[in-house]
């Protein structure tokens, strides 16, 4: 099936806001303005961009420690972002949660996690209720390859399996759990393979070819949402930067510059830029305005989390029941 | 004496009892080629390889409950838990498997690993990465909990730690691994359940762990000047706990603040508090204080995650609650 003009501006456009976004944080770090931990997802942005586009509002997704792309691309705004980053009271979790747990229940997210692989079981009872409820909403779980190796993951498919649910698991394969590379942590090339063992269907994809990966999560979401069951979509892709932002010279204490180079020069955005540009669905002007407006909604996040705020002394106490 | 800092003793530790016992190797997440994210195991990797120093994948439970299964068969295995956060994950295997196993099978069988990890809050990583739980573990029977405050005692604790036939739990403190102190270059144990007096005073007897220590000393310094001495104890071992040295000092100041970064429900200082109440309820002048965190989550905001560490200014509070009894 071919995209539309639309649909394919609409994934350029979110994997640049993705980009920049990511940008700012590290430069943000780098200048010690925000605290505590990031772990970016430069050179990932089709995977998130090419899930949530398949995505309607009412649909769940839960995300992982890097999780900054898959919750712009489900729809949340980044001003509030900036300000959970900054550890402000406007902050989508009022400065409690930071990089780590950004959520928003109302758009869907459930929330990024800081425990590898503590998404998934959380994504399967999004999609027990939604069955329960007899509502058609899906929910898309991402976690990592090496998060795929905790047992949640083989529990959670089963139980999805078994009941058929409408959830979507999206394996990111970025070819390292921080240090350890895939193959030191498993033995198998595919971990869609794993799909087999709890009789889903199990595709792997190019993750940064966007387009590819907007289609074969078509076909996954279509499948839950039609009551058919759950689907394993692995995409294989790399993070461009270390595994956070403390991570010495971008992760070279266990990869190689030639390796980190291979695979920038396969960036997602400049692959879909060329489609876009080749098949003349848009001029090099209309791309640059998209980097620069999207530039200035980054400049008006990062004053409005500069200018909010940080919580109150009795903040602290509060939140901690319903 | 040279000094080393906190996770290099730790790490001379390791490297000490691996070259004396083929039997000890490490296990866990990023250990080797990275050097576990503290650095704590830099170098072991190229120094034993990777049979010893063993990279796991992310599976907790997995590996944790490898380790109680090779530590049965005659091995004396090391494994590093990332987080404190994160032996939720493996729970089962340090609760009904790693500590249990010995008292179940009539002490036939015996489990001597150590679960290393870190706990403390401060650099910003939120509710999932700063927790400060190790009183858990005190409140399970059949593990032993270790709690060192200096690169000495870690270095020497961890051998005693490494050699003991039962599962302990050894929890380090993420602010620690970079202080500096002296570390003798040979290998020496320190012995569990010894607490050792840090500072002796006559009027207020601070108990203190970890991080704890160092700020309860620096507030030591503050008062004696203003004429109020405290005498600070490090239990070192929380599980076994030196009830002796905790209860002499006591009875001999009749006043009692227990300093810990954990929580204070249902944290470790109950329990000291407990003890005094049960067994020198007679010595006290005033009522027992307990230092810690406050019932909340861990917050990320930098503001609130200050206010949530105990520090200093918790401790001079507690000491100046006790100022009417002194
Ligand atoms: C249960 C648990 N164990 C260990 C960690 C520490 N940790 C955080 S991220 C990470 C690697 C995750 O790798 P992967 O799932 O491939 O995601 P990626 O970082 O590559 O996006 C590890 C080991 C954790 N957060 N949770």
Same mark, same amino acid.
């Given at each position: 099936?071919?995209?539309?003009?639309?649909?394919?501006?609409?994934?350029?456009?979110?994997?640049?806001?993705?980009?920049?976004?990511?940008?700012?944080?590290?430069?943000? &770090? @780098?200048?010690?303005?925000?605290?505590?931990?990031?772990?970016?997802? !430069?050179?990932?942005?089709?995977?998130?961009?090419? !899930?949530?586009?398949?995505?309607?509002?009412?649909?769940?997704?839960?995300?992982?420690?890097?999780?900054?792309?898959?919750?712009? @691309?489900?729809?949340?705004?980044?001003?509030?972002?900036?300000?959970?980053?900054?550890?402000?009271?406007?902050? &989508?979790?009022?400065?409690?949660?930071?990089?780590?747990?950004? @959520?928003?229940?109302?758009?869907?997210?459930?929330?990024?996690?800081?425990?590898?692989?503590?998404?998934?079981?959380?994504?399967?009872?999004?999609?027990?209720?939604?069955?329960?409820?007899?509502?058609?909403?899906? /929910?898309?779980?991402?976690?990592?390859?090496?998060?795929?190796?905790?047992?949640?993951?083989?529990?959670?498919?089963?139980?999805?399996?078994?009941?058929?649910?409408?959830?979507?698991?999206?394996?990111?394969?970025?070819?390292?759990?921080?240090?350890?590379?895939?193959?030191?942590?498993?033995?198998?090339?595919?971990?869609?393979?794993?799909?087999?063992?709890?009789?889903?269907?199990?595709? /792997?994809?190019?993750?940064?070819?966007?387009?590819?990966?907007?289609?074969?999560?078509?076909?996954?979401?279509?499948?839950?949402?039609?009551?058919?069951?759950?689907?394993?979509?692995?995409?294989?892709?790399?993070?461009?930067?270390?595994?956070?932002?403390?991570?010495?010279?971008?992760?070279?204490?266990?990869?190689?510059?030639?390796?980190?180079?291979?695979?920038?020069?396969?960036?997602?955005?400049?692959?879909?830029?060329?489609?876009?540009?080749?098949?003349?669905?848009? /001029?090099?002007?209309?791309?640059?305005?998209?980097?620069?407006?999207?530039?200035?909604?980054?400049?008006?996040?990062?004053?409005?989390?500069?200018?909010?705020?940080?919580?109150?002394?009795?903040?602290?106490?509060?939140?901690?029941?319903? | 004496?040279?000094?080393?800092?906190?996770?290099?003793?730790? %790490?001379? $530790?390791?490297?000490?009892?691996?070259?004396?016992?083929?039997?000890?190797?490490?296990?866990?997440?990023?250990?080797?080629?990275?050097?576990?994210?503290?650095?704590?195991?830099?170098?072991?990797?190229?120094?034993?390889?990777?049979?010893?120093?063993?990279?796991?994948?992310?599976?907790? $439970?997995?590996?944790?409950?490898?380790?109680?299964?090779?530590?049965?068969?005659?091995?004396?295995?090391?494994?590093?838990?990332?987080?404190?956060? #994160?032996?939720?994950?493996?729970?089962?295997?340090?609760? %009904?498997?790693?500590? +249990?196993?010995?008292?179940?099978?009539?002490?036939?069988?015996?489990?001597?690993?150590?679960?290393?990890?870190?706990?403390?809050?401060?650099?910003? $990583?939120?509710?999932?990465?700063?927790?400060? #739980?190790?009183?858990?573990?005190?409140?399970?029977?059949?593990?032993?909990?270790?709690?060192?405050?200096?690169?000495?005692?870690?270095?020497?604790?961890?051998?005693?730690?490494?050699?003991?036939? %039962?599962?302990?739990?050894?929890?380090?403190? +993420?602010?620690?691994?970079?202080?500096?102190?002296?570390?003798?270059?040979? #290998?020496?144990?320190?012995?569990?359940?010894?607490?050792?007096?840090?500072? +002796?005073?006559?009027?207020?007897?601070?108990?203190?762990?970890?991080?704890?220590?160092?700020?309860?000393?620096?507030?030591?310094?503050?008062?004696?000047?203003?004429?109020?001495?405290?005498?600070?104890?490090?239990?070192?071992?929380?599980?076994?706990?030196?009830?002796?040295?905790?209860?002499?000092?006591?009875?001999?100041?009749?006043?009692?603040?227990?300093?810990?970064?954990?929580?204070?429900?249902?944290?470790?200082?109950?329990?000291?508090? $407990?003890?005094?109440?049960?067994?020198?309820?007679?010595?006290?002048?005033?009522? =027992?204080?307990?230092?810690?965190?406050?019932?909340?989550?861990?917050?990320?905001?930098?503001?609130?995650?200050?206010?949530?560490?105990?520090?200093?200014?918790? =401790?001079?509070?507690?000491?100046?609650?006790?100022?009417?009894?002194?």
């Amino acid at each position: 099936m071919e995209l539309s003009r639309e649909q394919l501006l609409f994934l350029y456009t979110t994997m640049v806001k993705i980009r920049l976004f990511e940008e700012r944080i590290q430069d943000l &770090y @780098a200048r010690g303005v925000v605290p505590g931990l990031a772990h970016l997802y !430069v050179g990932q942005e089709a995977v998130a961009a090419g !899930v949530c586009a398949q995505l309607e509002p009412r649909d769940y997704i839960t995300s992982t420690h890097r999780g900054h792309g898959h919750v712009i @691309a489900k729809g949340a705004q980044l001003k509030y972002m900036m300000a959970e980053l900054f550890g402000k009271k406007t902050g &989508y979790c009022k400065g409690k949660g930071g990089s780590m747990h950004i @959520a928003d229940v109302e758009i869907g997210v459930l929330g990024a996690n800081g425990i590898a692989g503590g998404g998934i079981p959380i994504a399967v009872g999004a999609a027990l209720s939604s069955k329960m409820r007899g509502t058609d909403q899906v /929910t898309v779980c991402f976690f990592g390859d090496g998060s795929s190796n905790n047992g949640v993951f083989h529990e959670g498919l089963n139980l999805a399996s078994v009941n058929r649910l409408p959830v979507v698991f999206v394996c990111e394969n970025n070819l390292y759990g921080i240090s350890v590379s895939q193959k030191q942590h498993q033995l198998i090339e595919d971990i869609s393979v794993r799909s087999i063992a709890y009789s889903m269907p199990g595709v /792997t994809v190019d993750g940064n070819d966007v387009v590819a990966v907007f289609q074969e999560a078509g076909k996954a979401i279509r499948r839950a949402r039609a009551g058919e069951g759950p689907t394993l979509l692995e995409c294989k892709t790399y993070r461009w930067r270390g595994h956070h932002e403390g991570d010495p010279n971008q992760g070279r204490r266990y990869r190689s510059m030639e390796e980190v180079q291979q695979w920038m020069e396969r960036c997602p955005i400049k692959r879909l830029e060329q489609t876009l540009l080749g098949k003349r669905i848009a /001029t090099r002007k209309r791309l640059q305005e998209i980097w620069e407006s999207t530039r200035g909604e980054i400049d008006s996040a990062v004053q409005y989390a500069q200018e909010s705020p940080f919580p109150q002394p009795q903040d602290l106490y509060e939140d901690v029941y319903s | 004496m040279r000094e080393l800092t906190y996770a290099q003793a730790i %790490n001379e $530790a390791l490297l000490q009892n691996m070259e004396r016992d083929e039997r000890v190797f490490l296990m866990g997440e990023d250990i080797g080629k990275y050097g576990g994210i503290f650095q704590v195991t830099a170098g072991l990797l190229d120094r034993f390889g990777p049979q010893r120093v063993m990279d796991t994948p992310i599976s907790e $439970a997995g590996f944790v409950g490898a380790a109680v299964g090779a530590a049965m068969t005659g091995m004396r295995p090391v494994v590093e838990i990332m987080f404190i956060d #994160f032996t939720t994950v493996c729970m089962d295997m340090i609760v %009904n498997q790693m500590a +249990k196993i010995h008292y179940m099978f009539g002490g036939r069988g015996k489990v001597p690993m150590v679960l290393r990890t870190n706990i403390g809050a401060g650099r910003g $990583a939120a509710a999932q990465h700063s927790q400060s #739980f190790h009183a858990f573990f005190v409140h399970i029977p059949g593990l032993m909990v270790v709690t060192p405050s200096s690169p000495y005692d870690a270095k020497g604790l961890l051998t005693t730690a490494i050699q003991d036939d %039962n599962p302990v739990i050894f929890v380090e403190h +993420k602010k620690l691994y970079a202080t500096k102190g002296p570390v003798p270059e040979e #290998f020496y144990t320190i012995p569990f359940g010894r607490a050792e007096l840090k500072r +002796k005073g006559r009027h207020i007897t601070v108990v203190a762990t970890h991080e704890m220590v160092n700020r309860t000393l620096r507030v030591a310094e503050e008062l004696a000047r203003q004429g109020v001495e405290l005498e600070v104890i490090d239990p070192r071992t929380l599980r076994p706990l030196d009830q002796e040295t905790i209860l002499d000092s006591v009875k001999k100041t009749g006043r009692l603040i227990v300093a810990d970064e954990g929580p204070v429900t249902c944290g470790i200082h109950a329990e000291i508090a $407990a003890l005094v109440a049960e067994q020198a309820v007679e010595y006290l002048q005033a009522p =027992i204080l307990r230092v810690g965190s406050p019932d909340t989550p861990v917050p990320f905001s930098p503001p609130l995650e200050q206010i949530y560490i105990p520090d200093e200014e918790d =401790i001079r509070d507690a000491v100046e609650r006790l100022r009417a009894y002194l």
